[in-house]
């Protein structure tokens, strides 16, 4: 039998991804009791306090071991943190060397949400795919600049190495990790038990774009404001840079070095997230917010909404605004 350690971090982070664990992987060995197979994986819960309190004490999680007395384990699972990210670094440091430590012994480690601020802490993500929460996804590259940060994508599986997106997207990562332990016939199961849709992979439809401002750089902050600014119009990005007398290839490097994006591709996701807005709000037809955020190009408008969110604009709207007039 299997190691499955669920770790309890000290300092305030979110029960509902320990809790939801537990019971999905203890419910995928009850199946497979049930159908006269062997359970996958003992599971215990792990920490370096006796108690850790959530919610200003409303509940407390008693972990059944300290990770001390766990040498050795097969698979470790981190909760998605608070978001006082830098705080439960600093408090959870014995943690962070044992998944360390377990990782280079062989063992595999699947992060939930911002639970990646630990793994990363950890040494574990650098040059590796990764992706976490939407909204904190700035502030881990901005820690970390050598990951590959994927945020667009639901789950990664890179070299024993597992992250997911956010909130309650990690019941998909689970999902993903029973059908890979067990198999997929008991992922259908717990799918179904727990009334979770199978096989979803993507993110980008939840992301809320506010654009990247945790960068000192002035200049490219002004040129941030100026795009936003210009929702309606084709910016030339040329010209932009004109304006601050730089050279267009040192402002496409400094835009990128700040954003993480280059000029154009701020621009498309500053109009696609005005474009997603409008779509949720109103009765406008598609092509109405194409051209109220400087599209008039239907083809290429379609192109870049469904490169950003992984849905045509239709879909999205015909999902996310229930008053919408179809057609």
């Keep these: 039998m299997k190691h499955l350690t669920i770790v309890v971090p000290d300092g305030e ?8 664990a537990l019971k999905i992987f203890t419910r995928a060995n009850t199946y497979q009791k049930e159908s006269g197979r062997r359970e996958v994986f003992q599971i215990e819960l792990a920490g370096t306090s006796d108690e850790v309190e959530f919610y ?3 509940f407390i999680a008693r972990p059944n071991k300290h990770i001390t007395d766990i040498r050795k384990t097969d698979l470790v699972i981190i909760p998605s943190l608070n978001h006082n990210y830098q705080e439960a670094i600093e408090a959870n440091g014995k943690l962070i060397d044992w ?4 990782y280079r012994n062989g063992a595999s480690i699947a992060s939930i949400c911002t639970g990646a601020f630990l793994l990363a802490e950890a040494g574990l993500l650098d040059g590796k795919s990764c992706s976490t929460h939407w909204s904190a996804a700035d502030r881990l590259k901005q820690l970390y600049p050598k990951i590959d940060l994927r945020t667009d994508q639901l789950i ?3 070299q024993g ?29 717990c799918s179904k038990v727990f009334q ?14 506010n654009g990247q401002r945790l960068h000192g750089d002035e200049m490219i902050k002004d040129a941030q404001a100026y795009i936003e600014g210009k929702l ?3 910016i030339s990005i040329e010209d932009l840079a004109a304006t601050y007398a730089i050279g267009r290839r040192n402002f496409d490097r400094r835009f990128i070095k700040a954003t993480g994006n280059t000029p154009n591709e701020y621009a498309q996701r500053v109009k696609v997230e005005a474009a997603k807005k409008a779509f949720e709000t109103s009765r406008k037809s598609i092509n109405e917010v194409m051209y ?29 605004n229930k008053d919408a007039m179809y057609g």
């Design 196 to 209: 979770i849709e199978m096989d979803r992979n993507n993110q980008s439809s939840f992301i809320i774009f």
């Design 56 to 58: 200003g004490g409303l």
């Design 232 to 234: 309606q119009e084709k």
């Design 161 to 189: 190495i597992y992250t997911n997106g956010g909130a309650y997207s990690f019941l998909n990562l689970i999902l993903y990790l029973v059908e890979k332990y067990y198999d997929r016939e008991t992922a259908i199961f």
């Design 292 to 320: 109220e955020v400087g599209y008039s190009d239907l083809k290429a408008f379609r192109e870049v909404f469904r490169k950003i969110t992984g849905m045509s604009p239709l879909e999205y709207r015909n999902k996310y």
């Design 13 to 20: 982070n979110n029960l509902s991804s320990i809790v939801g």
């Design 156 to 158: 990664t599986d890179e």
């Design 99 to 102: 998944i360390g430590k377990q």
